[in-house]
């Protein structure tokens, strides 16, 4: 059974920085691609970053380029997200998603809310 669990969400202030990671267990991590979308209210879920297995490629939301940056470290099976510059409009539940092949799965969210 593989599970993903965020943590690192949390209230900050605009421009303002957190870093949000992911765990997975139940498989081996390095045979998925991982990736972090968001969802704010009333919106559609949207990719923010996605790493391949080996993390030689990643690819960003143009909304999020240059201020968010995805990393992954196998050895530790963790996917991580570095945000910095948060606007309001980066509030939503951030969540993240493993791929391989057809089968996918989603962690449970964390909450981000950028707000003075």
């Known amino acids: 059974q593989v599970q993903l669990v965020e943590s690192g969400g949390g209230l900050v202030q605009p421009g303002g920085s957190l870093r949000l990671s992911c765990a997975l267990s139940?498989?081996?991590?390095?045979?998925?691609?991982m990736g972090w979308y968001r969802q704010a209210p009333g919106k559609q879920r949207e990719l923010v970053a996605r790493?391949?297995?080996?993390?030689?490629?990643?690819n960003y939301a143009t909304s999020v380029k240059g201020r968010f940056t995805i990393s992954r470290d196998n050895a530790k099976n963790t996917v991580s997200l570095q945000v910095n510059s948060l606007k309001p409009e980066d509030t939503a539940v951030y969540y993240c998603?493993?791929?391989?092949?057809?089968?996918?799965?989603w962690g449970q969210g964390t909450q981000v809310t950028v707000s003075l």
């Open positions: 998603n493993a791929q391989k092949g057809s089968a996918e799965y």
């Open positions: 139940g498989s081996i991590f390095s045979t998925y691609a």
């Open positions: 790493i391949s297995r080996g993390g030689g490629s990643t």
